[in-house]
């Protein structure tokens, strides 16, 4: 199983970044994929995440009216659109794929269900 993450950068704050989340080597109606984020000093934190057997997803409340995961299931590929970026985004972000089907998983805590990471991209807002 692989997730290739991409897509992080330096933006503005009220900027806007897109990551990416190329999937492959799993059967995909069997797990969430999911973004978590972890700043300095911080605990990991489950961000959003999309399940593709039932559609459902998940936003933490941090993030919940900013953010947006997504699909392109021909591609295996999940996005995150994230709007309105706060210097409190700033965080490596990482994509998941944890085993389950409602979108909720990603919020357990200790990131238990996750059997898979991507590697982290970096992402920092400037005030």
């Known amino acids: 199983v692989q997730l290739q993450a991409s897509g992080g950068g330096l933006v503005q704050a009220g900027g806007s970044l897109r990551l990416s989340c190329a999937a492959s080597g799993l059967i995909f109606d069997d797990y969430v994929i999911g973004w978590y984020r972890q700043a300095p000093g911080k605990e990991r934190e489950g961000v959003s995440g999309f399940s593709r057997e039932n559609g459902n997803t998940y936003y933490a409340a941090s993030v919940k009216g900013r953010f947006t995961i997504s699909s392109d299931n021909a591609k295996n590929t999940v996005y995150l659109q994230m709007n309105n970026l706060k210097p409190e985004d700033t965080a490596v972000y990482y994509c998941?794929?944890?085993?389950?089907?409602?979108?909720?998983?990603?919020?357990?805590?200790?990131?238990?269900?996750?059997?898979?990471w991507g590697h982290g991209t970096l992402v920092t807002v400037s005030s």
């Open positions: 998941a794929a944890a085993r389950g089907r409602s979108a909720r998983i990603i919020s357990a805590p200790g990131a238990s269900p996750v059997e898979t």
